[in-house]
């Protein structure tokens, strides 16, 4: 049995999840474009950045960097992509403001950045293109991560 | 007469500065990938996110959160991206950690992530594919979005 918790269209397991801060939580992703890749999302389910208090936009970028630090390092990145598609015209399909932290590393993507053509579709549970993976193995990677928070 | 900042090799003119917070600092851009398309940097030279204190962290995300309200409004956006490049395989070419921030509509790039492919460029003076704007156009945007600050 497991708590469950709305993403957009999207139930998110607690078992995904591998951080808790005060405003938000850090979550692994069902179809993640490269190793590594995960979330933070706000408590609160609001859409724009604009709609965080500070207090949130400052909890979930010190989370954000204290989340990056583990994942560069657990999955051998050398650098870090973060990302906020704040709006449906830069990208976000799911209505629920958040951040992608993404691991990166030498010759990752052919080129460079069709990285980003993959982070639209990351968040989508109807992608059809990328399998979505098993709660087995999104709990194994976030029990692994649970560790370091 | 002008106060010039290092960002990379880069020289940021105190005139392209439109934003100053306690840690950093918003300025508009040589060859913005879009309209609006402007950055913010902390004011210590450190390459990496993880570099910066969690003071700095809080106040570049609130300023990024404020610019991001303005330019959105001032050049008629309907969402923001709000990107990090952080290290060199994320696509950081000036080793100076900085957001991204760019309003977005629709169809402002035919594919709609094709903007993270430019945004690689948008800081590189080396950059020849996009003309660098004078220093008279960026005065001039600075001058307005400086008054909202």
Redesign the interface.
Same mark, same amino acid.
Not at 77 to 92: H, I, K, R
């Given at each position: 049995m497991s708590l469950t918790y709305a993403f957009g269209k999207n139930t998110i397991f607690s078992s995904q999840i591998f951080m808790y801060s005060k405003y938000c939580f850090g979550f692994v992703n069902l179809k993640p474009v490269l190793p590594g890749h995960v979330l933070v999302a706000s408590f609160r389910v609001v859409q724009r950045?604009?709609d965080?208090t500070?207090e949130e936009?400052?909890d979930?970028?010190?989370s954000a960097?204290k989340i990056?630090?583990i994942v560069e390092r657990e999955y051998n990145?050398?650098?870090?992509?973060?990302?906020?598609? $704040?709006?449906? =015209?830069?990208?976000?399909t799911v209505p629920h403001c958040h951040v992608h932290i993404?691991p990166?590393?030498?010759g $990752?993507f052919v =080129?460079?950045?069709d990285?980003?053509?993959e982070?639209?579709k990351s968040t989508r549970v109807d992608n059809e293109e990328r399998e979505p993976r098993s709660l087995e193995e999104m709990d194994k990677e976030a029990t692994h991560l649970r560790q370091f928070f």
């Open positions: 950045f604009s965080l500070s936009v400052s979930m970028y010190i960097q990056g630090k990145g050398t650098s870090l992509s973060l990302v906020m598609q $704040d709006g449906p =015209e830069a990208g976000q993404i990166r590393k030498v $990752d =080129e460079n950045d990285i980003y053509k982070i639209n």
